[in-house]
């Protein structure tokens, strides 16, 4: 699986409204992180980093292996991007991918991004800000409230609608829950929402978790508290990640959140959240996928979304799209997004897509 190598410079600029600036990576699927399944949302959610930079219009800068979105009206805040346009034809359909606490961009890259691509769809994985490689230009104990993330999710948005792209969200985790927030100021085709967390939030499945297995509980959230996950690959696999993955790959995505979410940021204030939800009822075509060995968001979460026109439970833990069931993943939301192409405007057409579909999930 190809990894996103250090930052480096970023040379060239390239402003929002030229069609040539497009972004170049994978994508894959995520669930709600940490925060939005038990205790772990009592966690400190990391989403950072810590660079200079100064106010730009919106505009995609390049860089060797990455290209960054430089936020409207936000102080020196970038965006990491991963992915980029069709491979095999240009097209107007867009998939847009958000991750989850402790995570960036980078989870998207190894399952979602080139399959998509080569399916006919401009696909982009976002790092939200303070995350990954992008840029901010303090160290900040919270990165962003839930309005800010959802504002940056939807400035970037805007610029694909801007070239005139259709566009479709997927939102992992504590992503899913941002991701409904900037839903309800945007035209989007439809939404995916990995494990995420529910738009009341994750106190229900807190309590449900303190209930159920209380020691188990109390190991999680110490684990997030501490982030133990990225220095215990036994921890890091009961939490993030299916018994089939390696320990090689455990170690490597271990040390992607240790690099792309540094200590002392938080992705959310979860006290401040609170005042925030709901959020929004989301009125767009909405396909749920949770894990059943999920231990952060638990399967009672998943039909809580509104206006649900799919649901699916895997058998998989939190970040099921670095599983290997993630081609099963990858084919359900590429059912959801035929309902985005000109000869498909029809929910029934998709909903009939999902059910074939869902035979060749495993």
Excluded at 39 to 49: D, G, P, R, Y
Aim: glycine share 6%.
């Amino acid at each position: 699986m190809a990894l996103i190598a250090a930052a480096g410079c970023l040379p060239r600029q390239i402003t929002s409204n030229q069609a040539s600036c497009r972004l170049h990576l994978p994508c894959i699927r995520a669930k709600p992180h940490f925060a939005a399944g038990s205790i772990q949302s009592v966690a400190a959610f990391a989403v950072f980093s810590t660079w200079k930079s100064r106010r730009l219009n919106p505009q995609i800068r390049r860089s060797a292996d990455a290209e960054v979105f430089s936020v409207p009206h936000a102080d020196g805040i970038e965006l990491e991007i991963l992915g980029g346009p069709a491979t095999t034809a240009p097209s107007k359909v867009s998939l847009v991918c958000i991750h989850g606490s402790y995570h960036a961009a980078w989870c998207y890259q190894e399952h979602f991004l080139d399959f998509f691509r080569e399916k006919g769809f401009n696909t982009y994985a976002l790092s939200l800000r303070g995350q990954g490689r992008g840029r901010m230009p303090d160290q900040l104990p919270v990165a962003g409230t839930l309005e800010e993330h959802a504002a940056d999710i939807a400035a970037f948005v805007r610029h694909l609608e801007s070239k005139g792209e259709t566009v479709v969200l997927v939102g992992h985790s504590f992503g899913g829950l941002i991701a409904l927030q900037a839903a309800a100021d945007l035209q989007l085709a439809g939404l995916v929402l990995l494990c995420s967390v529910p738009p009341s939030g994750n106190v229900g499945i807190i309590l449900r978790s303190l209930f159920r297995a209380p020691l188990q509980a109390l190991r999680i959230t110490w684990g997030f508290i501490s982030r133990a996950f990225e220095r215990d690959v036994a921890l890091c696999r009961e939490l993030f990640f299916d018994e089939e993955t390696s320990v090689a790959d455990i170690e490597r995505y271990m040390r992607l959140m240790t690099q792309g979410c540094p200590a002392g940021t938080r992705l959310l204030d979860l006290r401040q959240l609170q005042r925030s939800l709901p959020v929004p009822v989301c009125s767009k075509p909405v396909l749920v996928v949770g894990g059943d060995r999920d231990v952060i968001v638990d399967v009672e979460a998943l039909p809580v979304c509104q206006c649900v026109a799919s649901s699916r439970r895997t058998p998989c833990r939190h970040v099921l799209q670095c599983t290997h069931r993630a081609r099963g993943l990858t084919l359900q939301i590429w059912a959801q997004m035929q309902w985005c192409l000109p000869r498909r405007h029809c929910a029934n057409c998709a909903m009939q897509q999902w059910r074939v579909l869902e035979t060749c999930i495993p």
